[in-house]
């Protein structure tokens, strides 16, 4: 049930309207908990009984530790029951065909005969956002931040609430469980926001991610059947692909919790702007970056230890981080890229502090245009094991970045694909200069109310015939 398909639009329309008729707030966390269950169960109905599981699990668990009885050593044990529980089932449906693969590549590379079962798994969507979810919720209760969730049906909601269940936002339980238990008015401004997002986030997927995945999924498909020239626009035209990809969904999933009287946190904030690595970490898949940081990174040390520990933990969090993404070496490639590109940005940055004239050269606006490139050039280069299938196709991708050779294009016209990436490129500008939000404020409603049938329009003309589905669906 995509957030863009038909069977979403009826299926939402009925829980939006059946959620505001009811004049009991009981009543409505209990359609919005049955709405989301079902919306899980419509793609595996024995997954979303897994989930609902683990959820009443952790449920207990936090209880337990919540108890005013509860001593350190139990809530320990506790923790830990929880932590084993949650990264089990991610590492059994997720990860468990990758470790035993790894292991028979082992073996036969020693020169061991070697055949190594594989388990018949499907993967539950969105494991890894709900996981998380559970984990840090655990987790905050055990360190006191948050005391445990008395009602059942308000921490499954918490997990369950479909908007952000299969590709997040990752949800924080101080965030969320509030809402819940507040009283939720019909507000038009709120109505309208979400409509706004919602109608962007369909935007970005159907018009701009679809259309660049034709540029780009050829040449991945085969690299070495293409020149150059059509190696480097896919680069770019991937790097476009999964930013509108992801963040078409996140302000879909924003949008549809606005309209319920919900709020999810913003998860990206013009990433591609960003001047360094580091920042686009802070503006890229916030939530996950956020999580990252504090359930992983501070716990390891942070940045107060010395540099070389600084540097091990950067390169431990962000594998994971990569491996968090897909069962594949080429995701922990993709995370050990970033944590090089940390690293090296934070030597950089100690570099230039002790160089104020070459600091004051790279904060002018033409030093900024540069890193911004260049930040964006590391990764979009970095993209390329993100998005190969498998570590031989990107290794002969980069030589194709590397080797200038000539041949074919892809089918698709190379001034296609710079209009799409102009149009991004424009709308971040606009966006990043606030000229959309003051328009949105002093623009009639019946203009507004024309434009969103624009945008509606035009996305119905220029989406392509096959839809495509969510990128991060698959983690």
Same mark, same amino acid.
């Given at each position: 049930?995509?957030?863009?398909?038909?069977?979403?639009?009826?299926?939402?329309?009925?829980?939006?309207?059946?959620?505001?008729?009811?004049?009991?707030?009981?009543?409505? =966390?209990?359609?919005?908990?049955?709405?989301?269950?079902?919306? &899980?169960?419509?793609?595996?109905?024995?997954?979303?009984?897994?989930?609902?599981?683990?959820?009443?699990?952790?449920? *207990?668990?936090?209880?337990?530790?919540?108890?005013?009885?509860? +001593?350190?050593?139990?809530?320990?044990?506790?923790?830990?029951?929880?932590? =084993?529980?949650?990264?089990?089932?991610?590492?059994?449906?997720?990860?468990?065909?990758?470790?035993?693969?790894?292991?028979?590549?082992?073996?036969?590379?020693?020169?061991?005969?070697?055949?190594?079962?594989?388990?018949?798994?499907? *993967?539950?969507?969105?494991?890894?956002? &709900?996981?998380?979810?559970?984990?840090?919720?655990?987790?905050?209760?055990?360190?006191?931040?948050?005391? /445990?969730?008395?009602?059942?049906?308000?921490?499954?909601?918490?997990?369950?609430?479909?908007?952000? *269940?299969?590709?997040?936002?990752?949800?924080?339980?101080?965030?969320?469980?509030?809402?819940?238990?507040?009283?939720?008015?019909?507000?038009?401004?709120?109505?309208?926001?979400?409509?706004?997002?919602?109608?962007?986030?369909?935007?970005?997927?159907?018009?701009?991610?679809?259309?660049? /995945?034709?540029?780009?999924?050829?040449?991945?498909?085969?690299?070495?059947?293409?020149?150059?020239?059509?190696?480097?626009?896919?680069?770019?035209?991937?790097?476009?692909?999964?930013?509108?990809?992801?963040?078409?969904?996140?302000?879909?999933?924003?949008? +549809?919790?606005?309209?319920?009287?919900?709020?999810?946190?913003?998860?990206?904030?013009?990433?591609? #702007?960003?001047?360094?690595?580091?920042?686009?970490?802070?503006?890229?898949?916030?939530?996950?970056? +956020?999580?990252?940081?504090?359930?992983?990174?501070?716990?390891?040390?942070?940045?107060?230890?010395?540099? !070389?520990?600084?540097?091990?933990?950067?390169?431990?969090?962000?594998?994971?981080?990569?491996?968090?993404?897909?069962?594949?070496?080429?995701?922990? @490639?993709?995370? #050990?890229?970033?944590?090089?590109?940390?690293? =090296?940005?934070?030597?950089?940055?100690?570099?230039?502090?002790?160089?104020?004239?070459?600091?004051? /050269?790279?904060?002018?606006?033409?030093?900024?245009?540069?890193?911004?490139?260049?930040?964006?050039?590391?990764?979009?280069?970095? !993209?390329?094991?993100?998005?190969?299938?498998?570590?031989?196709?990107?290794?002969?991708?980069?030589?194709?970045?590397?080797?200038?050779?000539?041949?074919?294009? @892809?089918?698709?016209?190379?001034?296609?694909?710079?209009?799409?990436?102009?149009?991004?490129? =424009?709308?971040?500008?606009?966006?990043?200069?606030?000229?959309?939000?003051?328009?949105?404020?002093?623009?009639?409603?019946?203009?507004?109310?024309?434009?969103?049938?624009?945008?509606?329009?035009?996305?119905?003309?220029?989406?392509?015939? +096959?839809?495509?589905?969510?990128?991060?669906?698959?983690?």
């Amino acid at each position: 049930m995509l957030f863009c398909s038909t069977a979403y639009f009826v299926f939402f329309c009925i829980v939006f309207a059946a959620y505001w008729a009811m004049p009991w707030q009981r009543a409505r =966390v209990w359609l919005l908990l049955g709405a989301s269950v079902y919306f &899980y169960a419509s793609w595996n109905k024995w997954l979303a009984l897994i989930i609902c599981v683990s959820t009443a699990a952790d449920y *207990l668990i936090a209880r337990g530790m919540d108890s005013p009885t509860a +001593t350190t050593g139990r809530r320990k044990l506790l923790l830990t029951v929880s932590l =084993v529980g949650n990264l089990g089932l991610l590492c059994y449906f997720k990860y468990m065909n990758f470790f035993l693969h790894s292991v028979e590549e082992a073996l036969r590379a020693m020169g061991a005969e070697s055949s190594m079962p594989v388990l018949n798994v499907m *993967l539950p969507i969105g494991i890894s956002f &709900y996981t998380f979810e559970a984990i840090s919720y655990t987790v905050d209760v055990y360190q006191r931040r948050i005391q /445990a969730e008395r009602n059942l049906f308000h921490f499954m909601l918490f997990i369950t609430f479909f908007p952000h *269940l299969v590709a997040g936002p990752i949800v924080r339980a101080r965030d969320f469980l509030p809402q819940i238990s507040r009283s939720k008015h019909w507000n038009w401004a709120r109505l309208h926001l979400g409509i706004q997002y919602f109608l962007v986030g369909m935007f970005k997927k159907m018009v701009i991610a679809d259309r660049m /995945a034709g540029f780009s999924d050829p040449v991945f498909a085969d690299p070495a059947s293409f020149g150059s020239a059509a190696v480097w626009l896919a680069m770019l035209a991937y790097a476009l692909q999964i930013y509108c990809d992801f963040s078409g969904y996140t302000d879909m999933a924003i949008g +549809t919790a606005h309209m319920l009287g919900y709020k999810l946190a913003p998860n990206f904030n013009l990433p591609y #702007l960003s001047a360094n690595v580091s920042e686009f970490w802070r503006r890229w898949h916030i939530s996950l970056s +956020t999580w990252l940081r504090d359930y992983l990174f501070i716990p390891l040390g942070g940045s107060r230890v010395s540099e !070389w520990k600084v540097s091990r933990n950067l390169i431990i969090v962000m594998a994971l981080g990569g491996l968090w993404h897909g069962a594949a070496w080429t995701f922990v @490639v993709w995370g #050990l890229l970033h944590g090089m590109f940390l690293i =090296v940005h934070r030597e950089f940055r100690a570099f230039c502090e002790r160089r104020p004239s070459l600091d004051r /050269a790279l904060q002018s606006p033409v030093g900024t245009v540069g890193r911004i490139a260049a930040t964006f050039l590391c990764v979009s280069f970095a !993209w390329v094991f993100f998005r190969a299938t498998t570590f031989s196709a990107a290794i002969a991708f980069v030589k194709r970045l590397a080797f200038w050779s000539d041949g074919s294009m @892809v089918e698709l016209t190379f001034h296609s694909c710079l209009t799409l990436a102009a149009v991004v490129l =424009v709308c971040h500008i606009l966006m990043y200069i606030e000229f959309w939000k003051r328009m949105v404020e002093r623009l009639p409603p019946a203009v507004l109310g024309v434009s969103y049938a624009a945008i509606i329009t035009l996305t119905l003309i220029l989406t392509p015939e +096959t839809a495509k589905v969510f990128i991060y669906f698959q983690f």
